[in-house]
């Protein structure tokens, strides 16, 4: 049995190694998503360097997320391959430390990094993504991208028809819509006219729309400084049909699934964001199990870039893996539990059925 003073030793190496991969990704996350905030923006009238920046601050937490799958197989991986440079896993194994012991630290140490990336960073990278939408509808104002794949639509009755209406984004909980677009659709099926607005607020039996630009049909387009739309829609529905399920935090997805569900509504993809949430760390662990695979050589034998580089391939395959369940169970193909736990089980799998190969014959 490995020791503690070892076992420590281990895990402070991992935790060393992955504090500096984190810092030195998100300085790189940071520098890229600035200048790619700016080559879009800076046509705006108005734009600064000062809200470019804050902007990508705001985004830096959920990308970051997104990326702590990675960060942590290059941890596992730079941790095993500098023990192994220095000889210290040749005296441990010398020492009849086996490799499930000298890695139980390390996948120890893994857990530990994805329950703080579920737990701390990310609340504030859900804060931080409902936060940039809005400062990004401040600046960019009616020009929207209401026409793009991410648009959101709902639809709802009126007096004279119906309208149809969609958001890039949402905040304050689903019931202020970022850059809107709606659709004013008559008796007849024809669309009437198209209003455009900077934000959307759904208020008690109607909806406060700002910085209206107002397109009819039959006449010039004009500009509205506010305009009150009726709607018998509550603030629950809309929440829950135009709620991107990124911007909630793993602590706020429980409820929203029970309200959805009270709603009768669709819950597949905030049960698959929350079961992507939960899988997390041991996700981390299974990255560390392939990590083993490929970084344990006796470094006098020579460590293959092949096999290092073949385990940078396996990881990312897993993360396209994840990604693709993910939408799947979004979407409702598969169930949201098996999507979520799908690529774990099947990493886990691989890593230990290659270890007891290669360790234990």
């Known amino acids: 049995m490995i020791g503690r003073t070892l076992g420590l030793y281990f895990l402070r190496r991992y935790a060393a190694i992955a504090a500096w991969n984190f810092i030195g990704i998100a300085a790189l996350v940071f520098i890229v998503t600035f200048t790619e905030v700016s080559s879009r923006s800076s046509g705006f009238e108005n734009y600064s360097v000062t809200w470019a920046l804050a902007v990508a601050a705001l985004q830096l937490p959920i990308l970051m997320q997104q990326a702590v799958p990675f960060i942590g197989l290059i941890a596992a991986m730079a941790t095993l391959i500098s023990l192994n440079r220095k000889y210290e896993l040749v005296i441990a194994r010398a020492a009849g430390i086996s490799a499930w012991q000298f890695l139980t630290p390390i996948a120890f140490g893994s857990f530990l990094f994805g329950l703080l990336a579920v737990l701390v960073l990310n609340p504030v990278a859900a804060m931080g993504f409902a936060r940039s939408e809005m400062l990004q509808a401040e600046v960019r104002g009616a020009k929207t991208l209401a026409n793009s794949e991410s648009t959101r639509w709902l639809k709802q009755r009126m007096e004279d028809g119906e309208a149809l209406i969609g958001a890039d984004a949402t905040a304050n909980g689903g019931t202020t819509l970022i850059r809107p677009v709606f659709l004013m ?159 774990v089980l099947i990493a886990t799998f691989y890593g230990i059925t290659f270890l007891l190969f290669k360790e234990d014959g």
């Open 185 to 343: 659709v008559g008796s007849d099926g024809r669309i009437t006219e198209r209003l455009d607005a900077n934000t959307a607020n759904l208020r008690d039996g109607y909806w406060e729309l700002t910085g209206v630009v107002r397109n009819p049909i039959d006449a010039p387009a004009e500009r509205i400084a506010s305009l009150e739309i009726p709607t018998s829609l509550r603030p629950r529905y809309v929440s829950q049909e135009l709620l991107d399920p990124q911007a909630l935090s793993i602590f706020e997805l429980p409820f929203r699934l029970k309200e959805a569900e009270s709603l009768g509504m669709r819950v597949s993809n905030f049960a698959t964001q929350f079961h992507s949430l939960v899988a997390l760390p041991a996700l981390l662990v299974a990255m560390t199990l392939i990590a083993a695979t490929v970084s344990m050589r006796f470094t006098r034998l020579g460590q293959s870039g092949t096999m290092i580089l073949g385990g940078i391939l396996a990881g990312f395959l897993l993360y396209v893996i994840s990604v693709l369940m993910k939408a799947f169970g979004g979407a409702g193909v598969v169930p949201p539990l098996v999507a979520a736990w799908t690529p």
